[in-house]
């Protein structure tokens, strides 16, 4: 299969259902609100995409994404509540913020524990990340292996951290609401991120080094390539994008839920290999991700204003992602 006709297929289809959708539903889905809606959800997938289509250049996986995310999410969450004095034994930090004020309505933090709490999300993400990373590297354990452990494991610390209930924060809206010039903000930390980590792939040494490692491991290795040190930064560095989308995330349902992420590494490994990224490793671009985190987001927003259920939903996604892996297996077929 042609190079550029593989990579023109995610935009051509992207455009497909947007035209489609335009025509079933132009009063409801061709409307301003929808489509800065739409791209407001995206930008939580997409950001922790732009991490994932490093790993998955490099030949890896993770499947943990999600877990990391509600973790991130209720440290940050966890940080800014105990900054405005709330008492970490108490159930208070549970209850629905429209209570009205007094003793039976949680803290509202103050911006500088909002930032301090934004910071110890990430971290929390940065650490997930670090934790995967070292595993894969250090120990020769499979991305597989490693993450679905992780999956697991972070999702429990999650739900141990306040017996299964959210921590609301009911003021903390702006990354998830806000505005800067006339644009959402978690859209523009999403457009911030996709930027630098495509320049970062395509100038920076690590990201040409990513592409190697995932082509072949062991030629990397062999021409000089610190493999061990680049994957654990690699990893690493998605666990970064991971804390930021998880506190975006957290602002925009003003609470941090132990259920959040469930099921979100199939759409974000979804984007990636539908935009071209090859589950073999040493190909794939900032740029397709986008498209194909676009594309599953529009076709969700359209399903549901079709009426289609989440269930059906989720046969669609899965279809496309094997219809995606077929596409990269003919194109390698075609190639050998």
Known sequence: ?????????????????????????????????????????????????????????????????????????????????????????????????????????????????????????????????????????????????????????????????????????????????????????????????????ALALRYVRLGRYTYAIGSNREAAFHAGINVDRCLVWIYTLTGVAIGIAAMIQTSRTVSAQPTAGLSLELDVIAAVVIGGASLSGGRGTILGTIIGTLLISFLRNGCTLLGISTNVQLIVIGAIIVAAVSVDQLARSKTQ
Request: proline residues 6%.
């Open 1 to 197: 299969m042609n190079t550029l006709v593989r990579k023109v297929i995610p935009f051509a289809s992207l455009v497909i259902i947007v035209l489609g959708l335009s025509a079933l539903r132009p009063d409801t889905f061709l409307t301003a609100d929808n489509f800065i809606n739409v791209l407001s959800r995206s930008s939580v997938n997409g950001i922790i995409a732009v991490g994932m289509t490093a790993i998955i250049i490099s030949g890896g996986i993770d499947l943990s994404v999600g877990s990391a995310l509600a973790l991130a999410g209720m440290v940050g969450a966890w940080t800014m509540l105990w900054l405005a004095g709330g008492d970490p034994a108490g159930t208070l930090w549970s209850v629905p913020s429209d209570i009205p004020a007094g003793p039976g309505r949680p803290p509202e933090p103050t911006a500088l524990a909002m930032a301090f709490g934004t910071l110890a999300g990430v971290a929390a993400g940065t650490l997930c990340g670090f934790v995967n990373g070292a595993l894969i590297s250090k120990l020769r354990l499979p991305p597989f292996i490693v993450t679905l452990g992780t999956m697991s494991a972070l999702r429990g610390i999650a739900y141990v951290m306040n017996d299964g209930e959210p921590y609301n924060v009911a003021t903390y809206k702006y990354l998830g609401e806000g505005a800067f010039l006339g644009a959402r903000v978690c859209v523009l930390i999403f457009a911030a991120v996709a930027v630098l980590a």
